[in-house]
């Protein structure tokens, strides 16, 4: 790799010195996303602020032979930004300006720094908003959404991320400056929404608005055991309820909960179902008294259902709190992320803690159940290259049972480099090579985003024992 100073002379006379970051703080800084099992330094960073800056990047370091990574707020779960090669890392802080806002076509046109919530709340005075809502919607970027193919809580009305983007600026990994937009021919957004960053960078979007619902019911129960919780989810399903949220926490995230925040709930709880229905006043109101049936039908020790707007901000602490109180656990935190159909949710489950408790690391579940998108959150002390090691075993087994019972290798938070070699549980070879053929549509080189997704990528695997090296 060249010299620090050789990386900042060229791209400063690219984009402006001021636009370029270096340095020890810097490194550790840009080494992982929020997956910090595996850790690779960049040698730059540059702030560009407009598409040309980027594409003027881009094109630099393909001229000169130098890996790049797009990164947005650094959130990601499975070491997406992470710059594998080192190389420079293209951080979207600056990309952060909402362009244009199309209220009669119901659109808006962002840049990819944009902030999850920031798009919601520039919109919110005329009764829209921007419906993907990742659970870290106050920092995860546009960017990083796109990349991710992003769901969130209320994903099970509304829908991951792809089709809430009607058009993309890319700069492609050859530099060109891509517009792509949704009609006629190959659904060309369709490809680089969920692409993780490895086509190109995504400098704009055109991202579709939608009506804020007209009403909101929001109802909590907690079970005494996990697999009435999880058989309820089912059942409110398939009683043709479609809420627009059906989250899940187990009791270990509600101790944690109750250790930082001092929630309260039975002390037999086992987990929590927390179900949110929208629409119109009415049909509201039937469907979340339907879904009281069904927590009384499953046995719920308590229920309580929100009865303003305050109420239901208390409702959601647990949901949106969980992460950051698993803090109180333990130093570190692994989420995992799978899918299974919802019917396989109570077997998936029990299989969970049984892995877990063989690997003797702790684990506590909260999930967008409703999906069946699971989250088991590994909590263990990475500074135990033991623990690391079981870490990673027990979430190859969780995933490996995740396809057993028909589900799929990811949710939401991608491949990365963490499931690399959890692709061939899913993908034959043949179907991995032809996924490396389509990657080359937008790009020969392997410069952008290398080592990510696709696994045997030429000159990773001799890099891979570096990157885990440095976290233990
Ligand atoms: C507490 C917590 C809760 C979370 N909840 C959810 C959830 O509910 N649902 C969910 O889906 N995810 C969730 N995530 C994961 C993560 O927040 C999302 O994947 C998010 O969309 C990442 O956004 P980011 O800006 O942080 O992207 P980063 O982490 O910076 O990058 C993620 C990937 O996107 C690529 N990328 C970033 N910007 C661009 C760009 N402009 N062009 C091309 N590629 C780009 C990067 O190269 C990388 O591969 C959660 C994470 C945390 C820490």
């Not at 980027?54 to 997406?80: H, Q």
């Not at 389509?438 to 030429?458: A, H, M, S, W």
Request: proline residues 5%; aromatic residues 6%; negative net charge.
């Amino acid at each position: 790799m060249p010299t620090t100073d050789r990386l900042r002379d060229g791209l400063a006379r690219e984009i402006g010195a001021e636009r370029i970051l270096s340095g020890p703080s810097v490194e550790r800084t840009y080494e992982s996303d929020a997956y910090n099992v595996d850790r690779s330094q960049p040698t730059v960073v540059v702030l560009p602020e407009s598409t040309d800056e980027v594409a003027k990047v881009v094109r630099w370091c393909r001229r000169e032979g130098i890996p790049f990574t797009a990164r947005g707020a650094g959130t990601g779960l499975s070491g997406g930004a992470m710059p594998a090669l080192g190389g420079v890392v293209i951080s979207t802080k600056k990309l952060n300006r909402i362009l244009e806002i199309d209220l009669p076509n119901r659109r808006m046109r962002a840049q990819a720094g944009v902030t999850n919530i920031a798009l919601s709340k520039a919109v919110a005075a005329h009764g829209l908003h921007f419906a993907p809502d990742p659970s870290s919607q106050t920092v995860a970027t546009l960017g990083g959404n796109i990349a991710e193919n992003s769901g969130g809580p209320h994903t099970l009305k509304y829908g991951v991320t792809a089709p809430h983007i009607l058009g993309l600026t890319l700069i492609d990994a050859e530099g060109e400056i891509l517009e792509l937009e949704r009609g006629f021919g190959p659904d060309w957004i369709g490809m680089v929404v969920g692409s993780e960053g490895t086509l190109g960078v995504v400098t704009e979007a055109w991202v579709r608005l939608t009506p804020v619902p007209e009403h909101v019911e929001t109802a909590l129960a907690c079970f005494g055991t996990v697999r009435e919780a999880s058989e309820c989810v089912s059942a409110i399903i398939s009683r043709g309820v479609l809420p627009a949220a059906l989250e899940m926490m187990d009791r270990n995230i509600l101790m944690a909960l109750r250790a930082a925040f001092g929630l309260e709930f039975p002390d037999a709880t086992q987990a929590m179902l927390l179900v949110e229905c929208d629409g119109p006043r009415e049909a509201c109101r039937q469907e979340i008294e339907a879904v009281e049936q069904a927590f009384r039908d499953f046995g719920a020790i308590t229920q309580q259902r929100a009865r303003d707007a305050a109420e239901r901000a208390k409702l959601w602490t647990a949901r949106k709190k969980g992460v950051g109180a698993m803090g109180r656990l333990a130093p570190s935190v692994v989420t995992h992320d799978g899918v299974i159909p919802r019917s396989k949710l109570p077997e998936m489950l029990d299989a969970v803690y049984e892995i877990a408790a063989r690997y003797q690391i702790g684990v506590a579940n909260l999930f967008h159940a409703g999906d069946g998108n699971l989250h088991p959150c590994f909590y263990f002390d990475d500074r135990d290259p033991r623990q690391v090691e079981a870490v990673v075993a027990a979430g190859t087994e969780v995933i490996q049972k995740c396809i057993e019972l028909g589900g799929s290798v990811t949710g939401e938070h991608g491949i990365g480099v963490e499931k690399l070699d959890l692709m061939g549980l899913m993908f034959s070879p043949g179907d991995l090579a032809y996924q490396a053929r389509l990657k080359e549509i937008f790009g020969t080189n392997e410069l952008c985003n290398p080592c990510k997704v696709l696994p045997n990528q030429r000159g990773c695997q001799e890099h891979r024992l570096r990157w885990r090296g440095v976290a233990t």
